[in-house]
């Protein structure tokens, strides 16, 4: 399918230990979003275009593989890398419409992902990696307590649990607000 191709393509390009699945691929792989997808996202060290194969779209990130947290997976035509899914947590909260997938399917696969998270490593790869934004949507969508944080953070589509400014999220916060606020009779 389109994540053999995606890594095959780039494996070819940069080399095996250059590149990974990455995002809404990553979450495929390791078996929380049940259905294919059209678009494979791979992290790569240059930022390319995105092409078009008989298998499917594949997508370019341009990432640093090697501050990523990976681990081995064999795809049909080559081995190579896939984001673990601490990393891939982080990854779907920072970019929850990466791969063409809907806010509602990132917050879901983060959320089955997350019993096969260390906390910790999540929050130690959201410092390493300067993701506090995606950190504090993380809290979020899974329900952690809410974290010391930056204000103004845009919740990017997703919907998590309690009040998002409570996390320092903006944008759907009012709508939250005035959503779970009672109303008293007219």
């Given at each position: 399918g389109a994540k053999a191709a995606a890594l095959g393509i780039a494996v070819v390009d940069y080399g095996r230990d250059r590149v990974a699945l990455m995002g809404p691929t990553a979450a495929r792989v390791l078996g929380v979003?049940?259905?294919?997808?059209?678009?494979?996202?791979?992290?790569?060290?240059?930022?390319?275009?995105?092409?078009?194969?008989?298998?499917?779209?594949?997508?370019?990130?341009?990432?640093?593989?090697?501050?990523?947290?990976?681990?081995?997976?064999?795809?049909?035509?080559?081995?190579?890398?896939?984001?673990?899914?601490?990393?891939?947590?982080?990854?779907?909260?920072?970019?929850?419409?990466?791969?063409?997938?809907?806010?509602?399917?990132?917050?879901?696969?983060?959320?089955?992902?997350?019993?096969?998270?260390?906390?910790?490593?999540?929050?130690?790869?959201?410092?390493?990696?300067?993701?506090?934004?995606?950190?504090?949507?993380y809290c979020w969508l899974v329900g952690l307590p809410a974290p010391t944080r930056r204000t103004h953070i845009p919740t990017r589509g997703l919907h998590g649990v309690g009040d998002p400014a409570d996390y320092g999220l903006d944008l759907a916060a009012k709508v939250w607000r005035k959503a779970h606020t009672p109303t008293g009779p007219s």
């Open positions: 979003i049940p259905r294919a997808l059209a678009t494979a996202t791979v992290a790569v060290p240059r930022q390319r275009p995105a092409i078009t194969t008989t298998a499917g779209r594949v997508q370019f990130v341009k990432r640093e593989v090697a501050n990523l947290d990976t681990q081995r997976v064999t795809a049909d035509v080559t081995i190579g890398w896939v984001t673990t899914p601490e990393q891939t947590v982080l990854d779907l909260a920072d970019r929850p419409n990466l791969g063409g997938i809907t806010p509602a399917t990132a917050a879901e696969a983060v959320r089955t992902m997350t019993g096969r998270c260390d906390q910790q490593l999540v929050a130690r790869l959201a410092r390493t990696q300067r993701k506090a934004g995606a950190w504090q949507r």
